[in-house]
């Protein structure tokens, strides 16, 4: 008899946590699991890749940071669903979800840590404490998501790391494919031009300006290269003042959020990502696995990803010149860019697939349930 497992997560919105749920859920052995998913405040383009999957999702529509009304529902729909095991995602949905499945009698419970949470103030690291008491397994994404909450008082045995994973039709994406003149007809830019790309959301915690800054260097050797900035948040706008301020404005297309980013990336010849912090980066992931090499910040979470001199290079983050300057040879040996993207291309495919992914989940709910 298949043993049910409850999903909740704040949204499913196209962002990497949701996207990896979506995955896990998604490819879960049928005969051995029934699987649920719940969002607290809303759904999001997830909601159909779930849907398609025959996945149940509900929406509880939870409308304040603190909103009692969605915690009682979210433990009524607990109670009715009568799950074997509930697995939490993310900051709101650890906290309310842990505590309404323990109210409903929930006996197993699992929680994730998608990222070095370096935002959480000292009662919200108190609440994760507390809650990691009463949680069976907390699932890091990396090791360096263990070893922050580590270090801030959680204890080490309740960790499974287990790897994001990257899609098949991802995995097998080519480097700069054909149609490359068709995307930068769609997106209104000359034809002839060699593309740097960065995904994320656009928040102090991406960086993005020293990218900008990176793009104005590189201008001054190259006129044929752009930076498409894939993604949106609060400092778009900012970013976009920096852009003109700097002089690069014609330089940095800002595309918002996009759906189709394996697609995007697979026309890029170097990937960029400045944040000062990660979990487990997705759209690292993305673009090694499209063979497009990588400059990073040199933080924990991204020396797991990123082998400097062969899948690209790490930098480190106070370097205001470091990326336009690790970017130079890439640009300029085409035989460099070519086998750091192929290295990457097969580290992905060899150590981060989905498969790998959901085997390592199954394993952790078999152990939990005894199935």
């Known amino acids: 008899m298949s043993k049910r497992i409850l999903h909740i997560i704040p949204t499913l919105d196209p962002h990497g946590s949701e996207k990896q749920l979506t995955l896990l859920a998604s490819h879960l052995p049928r005969d051995r699991f029934d699987v649920h998913v719940c969002a607290l405040t809303r759904g999001g383009p997830f909601e159909e890749s779930l849907a398609k999957a025959d996945i149940p999702v509900t929406v509880l529509h939870k409308r304040w940071k603190v909103d009692p009304g969605a915690w009682w529902r979210l433990k009524r729909h607990i109670a009715r669903l009568r799950p074997d095991l509930v697995h939490t995602w993310l900051f709101a949905a650890n906290c309310y979800g842990r505590t309404a499945a323990r109210q409903a009698g929930v006996r197993r419970l699992a929680a994730s840590e998608r990222c070095v949470d370096r935002w959480k103030m000292w009662h919200e690291l108190a609440i994760d404490r507390r809650l990691a008491a009463s949680t069976d397994r907390i699932v890091a994404n990396s090791s360096a998501v263990r070893d922050f909450y580590v270090s801030r008082g959680i204890a080490a045995d ?162 205001r010149n470091a990326f336009a300057r690790h970017t130079l040879p890439i640009l300029e040996d085409a035989e460099l860019a070519r086998r750091f993207g192929a290295a990457g291309r097969a580290r992905m495919l060899s150590e981060f697939t989905v498969e790998r992914m959901v085997e390592r989940h199954a394993a952790l709910y078999g152990e939990l349930l005894d199935c």
């Open 158 to 319: 309740k960790f499974v790391v287990i790897a994001n994973g990257i899609p098949p039709a991802e995995q097998g994406a080519e480097p700069r494919s054909p149609g490359h003149a068709d995307l930068l007809a769609e997106l209104n830019l000359p034809a002839g031009l060699r593309l740097i790309a960065t995904v994320g959301r656009l928040s102090p915690q991406k960086r993005v300006k020293e990218l900008i800054w990176g793009m104005h260097q590189l201008s001054k050797l190259f006129d044929n290269v752009y930076l498409l900035v894939i993604g949106d948040g609060p400092l778009r706008s900012a970013l976009e003042r920096y852009a003109r301020l700097t002089g690069v404005e014609d330089r940095v297309r800002f595309l918002g959020t996009r759906l189709d980013v394996a697609r995007l990336m697979a026309h890029a010849e170097v990937f960029w990502l400045a944040s000062g912090y990660e979990g487990q980066s997705n759209a690292i992931m993305e673009a090694m696995a499209a063979g497009v090499p990588v400059v990073a910040c040199d933080i924990p979470a991204n020396r797991e990803l990123v082998v400097p001199g062969q899948t690209g290079f790490l930098v480190r983050p106070s370097s």
